[in-house]
């Protein structure tokens, strides 16, 4: 006999005067580093940026490449740069928001499946989870406290 499964998760919707300085610079060095995306394909520029614990911040952009599969996105490439050039200082937030070519307005933005599997092995390798920040087009800021919350079956063990 089946039996249904109910999945609830708690994610909160803040204002920007709601925000810590550090959240508020997290956004604003996301939105200025979406403007280099390389997004001629989509027109869709990206942008993330992330807090190490160290208190380093880091960021990049979506790099499209013609052969769709190839090009990486913003979240993506943020994490390995981390990863590969701080080993060993994990990821405590990350801001995500993005903006079709051409519009005022922020557009709505989630991370795709890959980087929810990439946030989430983050989130393994230190044993802590990655707080996301994510800019709604009406200004407000969507705080997801780990990515379990929007990927609750996440793949984690090859054992299991």
């Avoid at 200025?32 to 880091?58: C, W």
């Avoid at 050039?85 to 990350?94: A, C, I, L, R, T």
């Avoid at 795709?112 to 200004?139: V, W, Y």
Wanted: net charge negative.
């Amino acid at each position: 006999m089946s039996k249904k499964l109910k999945i609830e998760t708690e994610i909160e919707e803040c204002t920007w005067d709601e925000l810590s300085e550090v959240e508020q610079t997290l956004i604003d060095r996301a939105k200025s580093i979406s403007k280099d995306a390389y997004a001629p394909y989509s027109k869709f520029h990206v942008g993330a940026a992330l807090l190490l614990n160290s208190g380093e911040i880091l960021q990049s952009s979506n790099q499209e490449n013609v052969s769709f599969p190839v090009g990486v996105c913003a979240e993506r490439l943020l994490l390995g740069f981390a990863g590969a050039n701080f080993p060993n200082s994990p990821v405590k937030k990350m801001a995500i928001v993005a903006q079709r070519s051409g519009e005022e307005e922020w557009a709505s933005v989630s991370p795709c499946g890959l980087c929810r599997q990439t946030i989430s092995e983050t989130e393994m390798r230190f044993n802590q989870s990655i707080e996301l920040l994510i800019l709604k087009p009406d200004g407000h800021v969507i705080k997801v406290p780990g990515v379990a919350s929007i990927l609750p079956f996440k793949f984690d063990d090859l054992n299991g």
